[in-house]
């Protein structure tokens, strides 16, 4: 049985070759673009492939359509390996999802994004009692899955139960809300607190969690922490927070050798500490799909025990890999090439955060 499972938000990426600024783009003008690519799309085609790209078998659950945009979304999963599509949920009702990303060269991206299918996925899609042996179960984007989001994150914390009960760690990742959508105006503080008491690791971005814990102010130490004390105080063991071309910061709250934690990491390495990881020097073609593919290295190196320094740089150095490529996930190498590179001094990156 695979040792991570990667559940949640399933998608295609449509991506033009571009190499204008968003501020080209003008009413009533027409744009000549380059050749459209197909990528994997949302966290379960991300950071699962990019778990099968490092070296792991990762087991894929996610939600399509049964559409045309759906038959491409599984090829483009298959082309990583034909296993991954085996616990892809067919729909026969509702459209599969698919975004279509702006990425131009050395800026951030954004997305038009069409949820699809997975508003409609829970817990029920999920077949936990044939994935008995697995050691990790990571969930991705709730603020695109609509029944996951509702009702302060009733069926998140039902499927994290069911995880546990089967023996599994849970982990967490979150994606931007549209602040014009339903999901932009749920309460998401009550979101985390009611389900990151079920929540073992905790992996949003800097500008997520600061939309949904409602804070402000620039990167410092002062705000990690405040942000962490927050987010551990409602109950999750280890907080990673992504902070792209800063890196990666990390705390957690003491683990004891009782927890269940505890069969997977040395929970003396591991409890109550704090850490950073600065970025890892590197050319950017694209930033699409760095942070799936970042928690890809995390979790590939936290489920097999690692100390909490090694698995923080090489998520960050997976994160690196991942931007050398305009798509999502084929800059991400086999882990050993990355650790060697990681071997021979990678340069990193001045980062605004000290501590």
Not at 25 to 32: D, K, R
Request: hydrophobic share 40%; glycine share 10%; charged share 25%.
């Amino acid at each position: 049985m695979s040792k991570i499972i990667v559940a949640g938000h399933t998608c295609v990426d449509l991506i033009p070759d571009w190499n204008g600024k968003f501020e080209d783009i003008i009413p009533g003008h027409l744009i000549v673009t380059g050749r459209m690519r197909f990528s994997t799309g949302g966290a379960v085609p991300n950071t699962g492939v990019d778990l099968k790209r490092l070296g792991l078998d990762p087991i894929l659950i996610g939600k399509i359509g049964d559409d045309l945009i759906g038959k491409i979304t599984l090829e483009v999963i298959r082309a990583n390996g034909d296993d991954l599509t085996d616990h892809i949920v067919i729909d026969h009702e509702a459209g599969s999802s698919y975004t279509l990303v702006l990425s131009p060269p050395e800026s951030d991206r954004a997305f038009l994004h069409y949820p699809g299918v997975n508003d409609t996925f829970c817990a029920d899609d999920i077949p936990f009692d044939d994935l008995a042996g697995s050691k990790l179960f990571h969930f991705g984007y709730p603020p695109v899955m609509k029944r996951i989001y509702q009702k302060g994150g009733d069926e998140l914390i039902r499927i994290f139960k069911n995880a546990h009960d089967h023996g599994m760690i849970t982990s967490l990742d979150m994606t931007m809300p549209d602040p014009n959508s339903e999901s932009g105006k749920i309460d998401w503080k009550r979101f985390l607190s009611n389900v990151l008491p079920y929540t073992d690791i905790f992996l949003p971005s800097l500008d997520e969690i600061l939309y949904m814990t409602k804070r402000q102010g620039n990167l410092s130490h002062e705000l990690v922490e405040k942000l962490t004390d927050e987010l551990l105080g409602y109950g999750v063991k280890i907080v990673v927070i992504k902070l792209g071309k800063d890196g990666a910061y990390l705390r957690s709250k003491r683990i004891s050798s009782d927890d269940p934690i505890s069969q997977i990491i040395d929970p003396r390495a591991w409890s109550e500490i704090e850490l950073f990881s600065p970025a890892f020097k590197t050319t950017v073609a694209g930033t699409t799909g760095s942070g799936d593919a970042s928690i890809a290295g995390f979790l590939a190196k936290f489920v097999d025990g690692i100390n909490p320094k090694d698995t923080l740089d090489f998520m960050c150095a997976v994160g690196a890999f991942c931007v050398e490529a305009v798509d999502s996930t084929s800059g991400v190498k086999h882990m050993k090439i990355i650790e060697e590179r990681i071997k021979r001094g990678w340069e990193r990156l001045p980062s605004d955060l000290k501590i």
